[in-house]
């Protein structure tokens, strides 16, 4: 089953939330610290809560980078808890020169078998086609971000008129020929998501920025769905994740993650 057929599957159902995995040790809860891994039991009751539900996970790099080879374990171990059927994205943000790119690609897609990476387009196609050359993945392009700081780069109008972020929506379109390749769009920027969705065509979405950033989802889903667009992955993390301390926080984990479906469904009907 390939990448796109996986998330299809979860789209039929309504079901649009990425789990961001980005697990800090600093905001679990306090019982788990006494395990011989706290991360990594964290994250096996999280996918227990939420697999039912979800229409994909994302892994932050970052978050266990820091452990450094601990981290990495952890990393893959925690990806062999997600159920097989499920797409689970890469969230570590590459983009380099060619070959430097293939040896990405392999780590991430033949080593780990993530299905899905996010890449960062400033490099040039170049740089992602060795993403892109695995057909059955899917590829999440950066192409207008969550964070404060989009108006640095991203924002900037080119001497065509468009803002860089359109060029890189054009672009993915442009490559999408093997029907791989997404963008990365904050869900934050909802005026841009309305102005600009009609140009995404059969590229997925992912929108970060649901939550603790201060993005909409009901926005979000509302806006979709006007535009009989299905195709599209709202990521929460730390909403989701760290929304309760107790000894039970797994049931509460269920409990929001199924209002968060049931408002999607309600928008949509």
């Known amino acids: 089953m390939t990448a796109r057929e996986k998330l299809e599957k979860k789209f039929d159902k309504n079901f649009h939330i990425c789990v961001g995995l980005d697990t800090d040790i600093n905001k679990i809860p306090?019982?788990?610290?006494?395990?011989?891994?706290?991360?990594l039991e964290f994250n096996k009751i999280i996918i227990e809560?939420?697999?039912?539900?979800?229409?994909?996970?994302?892994?932050n790099f970052a978050f266990y980078e820091r452990f450094g080879a601990k981290g990495f374990a952890a990393l893959a171990q925690t990806l062999?808890?997600?159920?097989?059927?499920?797409?689970?994205?890469?969230?570590?943000?590459?983009?380099?020169?060619?070959?430097?790119?293939?040896?990405?690609?392999?780590?991430?897609?033949?080593?780990?078998?993530?299905?899905?990476?996010?890449l960062h387009p400033y490099m040039g196609?170049?740089?992602?086609?060795?993403?892109?050359?695995?057909?059955?993945?899917l590829n999440f392009i950066l192409a207008l971000t969550s964070n404060k700081g989009a108006i640095d780069f991203e924002k900037q109008k080119l001497e065509n008129e468009k803002?860089?972020?359109?060029?890189?929506?054009?672009?993915?379109?442009?490559?999408?020929?093997?029907?791989?390749?997404?963008?990365?769009?904050?869900?934050?920027?909802?005026?841009?998501?309305?102005?600009?969705?009609?140009?995404?065509?059969?590229?997925?979405?992912?929108l970060p920025g649901v939550g603790a950033q201060g993005g909409s989802l009901e926005d979000v889903a509302a806006t979709f769905n006007q535009h009989e667009n299905k195709n599209y992955l709202v990521n929460i993390s730390r909403a989701l994740l760290y929304c309760d301390g107790?000894?039970?926080?797994?049931?509460?984990?269920?409990?929001?993650?199924?209002?968060?479906?049931?408002?999607?469904?309600n928008l949509s009907n």
């Open 30 to 39: 306090k019982h788990l610290l006494s395990e011989t891994d706290p991360v």
């Open 49 to 59: 809560s939420t697999a039912e539900f979800a229409a994909c996970y994302k892994i």
């Open 80 to 118: 062999e808890l997600i159920p097989k059927d499920i797409l689970v994205i890469a969230d570590a943000k590459r983009g380099d020169i060619g070959n430097t790119s293939e040896m990405y690609a392999k780590a991430v897609f033949d080593e780990l078998k993530f299905d899905s990476i996010t």
């Open 125 to 137: 196609f170049d740089s992602l086609q060795p993403f892109l050359d695995y057909k059955e993945k």
């Open 163 to 206: 803002f860089l972020f359109q060029q890189v929506i054009e672009k993915a379109s442009q490559w999408n020929e093997n029907k791989n390749c997404g963008i990365v769009f904050g869900a934050t920027k909802i005026d841009e998501l309305k102005e600009n969705i009609t140009s995404f065509v059969d590229l997925v979405v992912l």
């Open 246 to 265: 107790s000894k039970e926080f797994n049931k509460h984990v269920t409990e929001l993650i199924k209002s968060y479906n049931q408002s999607v469904f």
